[in-house]
């Protein structure tokens, strides 16, 4: 193994471990508010991944959508909602242990899948003219369903905001 191949398996690694350390705040807290920023960290370490993989596209969109939007919604609804987030509650309830032992079963299966596979790698090229094709298609062929969803979306926001408020 080189040397820059090295310290590319040590950042995939790093990064996952990253996005794994996220979800686990995610789902393993009681605070929302922390819950949101683990999940924010979770969202930064998956697009890590995709600037590793050089997929800077897709780590772009991940970047803007996911923690530049949705993150940031929850966010946002975390903070006007302050009266969920209460600091009495238990961290564990009576069903954690079991919880636990299904989520364990389940990555070891997932492991031996993953190790007893034969993982087939095919050398290809790569297109590099698809992104500004898929820009050319957004803004020409399929702007009308492209500005309905931004629509879509923007109603949301402003739903979301609505209810917050009251």
């Given at each position: 193994m080189t040397v820059p191949e090295f310290l590319t398996n040590l950042a995939f690694f790093a990064f996952g471990a990253l996005t794994l350390v996220g979800a686990l705040i995610t789902v393993g807290t009681r605070n929302l508010l922390h819950s949101a920023l683990?999940?924010?960290?979770?969202f930064v370490g998956v697009a890590a991944i995709y600037f590793l993989l050089e997929a800077e596209f897709l780590a772009a969109v991940q970047i803007l959508i996911y923690v530049g939007a949705i993150a940031v919604l929850i966010l946002f609804a975390v903070m006007?909602?302050?009266?969920l987030m209460?600091?009495?509650?238990?961290?564990f309830n009576?069903?954690?242990?079991?919880?636990?032992?299904?989520?364990?079963?389940l990555f070891g299966i997932l492991f031996f899948i993953a190790i007893g596979t034969h993982w087939p790698v095919k050398e290809f090229a790569v297109n590099t003219d698809l992104v500004p094709k898929l820009?050319?298609?957004l803004m020409t062929t399929y702007v009308l369903p492209f500005e309905v969803a931004s629509l879509l979306l923007l109603a949301a926001l402003i739903g979301a905001i609505v209810i917050a408020r009251e």
């Open positions: 683990g999940l924010v960290l979770a006007l909602t302050r009266g209460t600091a009495g509650l238990p961290a009576s069903q954690w242990l079991a919880a636990a032992a299904v989520a364990v079963l820009g050319v298609e």
